[in-house]
């Protein structure tokens, strides 16, 4: 496979620029959902390594260059960002963080975990992570006082568990990612 940069395997679909920091780096990657029962996907080269940009404009210009259609071209609007450094932190030692963006690490680890098989695995899903996962719509998670919407101890071990995997996948990823 030729190490050139190549779309994701659906140029059609609308893709996203996704801002992404763990210190010390902050990187744009290119985001497509999956249609229907299609996995959603980040970009990578003809190698299959991660695509990551110093900057957004430079993801903006290679997805014009590639014919990639952008969800949302002005870039006065907000892209999704997301800091894995708090995640990072409460996964190693618990403390105050927002749910969603533990939901948004947890998904973000998926869909890399999916562009890129052969990297560290997730731990494989089981049902205590499917209701941890679930839990995270009741927006009672982490709290003390949730009742049932709040994670048990063992819901709480397996996101830890899922966040661990998922940053030493990144770590993995970028190790080997063209950044452009």
């Not at 003809?46 to 260059?65: I, M, N, P, Q, V």
């Not at 996948?169 to 950044?179: K, N, P, Q, R």
């Amino acid at each position: 496979m030729s190490n050139d940069p190549v779309s994701p395997a659906n140029p059609a679909a609308e893709h996203y620029t996704y801002r992404v920091r763990k210190t010390p780096a902050e990187l744009t990657l290119i985001w497509r959902g999956g249609k229907g029962e299609d996995p959603d996907e980040l970009a990578v080269d003809g190698s299959g390594r991660l695509l990551a940009f110093r900057e957004t404009a430079a993801a903006r210009k290679y997805c014009e260059r590639a014919g990639l259609v952008l969800g949302h071209e002005d870039e006065a609007e907000d892209e999704a960002f997301l800091d894995l450094d708090p995640a990072a932190e409460w996964a190693a030692r618990g403390g105050p963080v927002a749910e969603v963006l533990l939901l948004d690490a947890w998904n973000l680890f998926t869909d890399l975990a999916q562009t890129l098989p052969d990297g560290p695995r997730l731990p494989p899903r089981d049902p205590v992570q499917d209701s941890a996962y679930d839990k995270f719509f009741g927006l009672a998670a982490l709290d003390p006082d949730g009742g049932d919407d709040a994670w048990n101890p063992r819901e709480t071990e397996s996101v830890r568990e899922v966040l661990n995997a998922g940053l030493r996948l990144w770590e993995t990823a970028l190790a080997d990612a063209v950044i452009l």
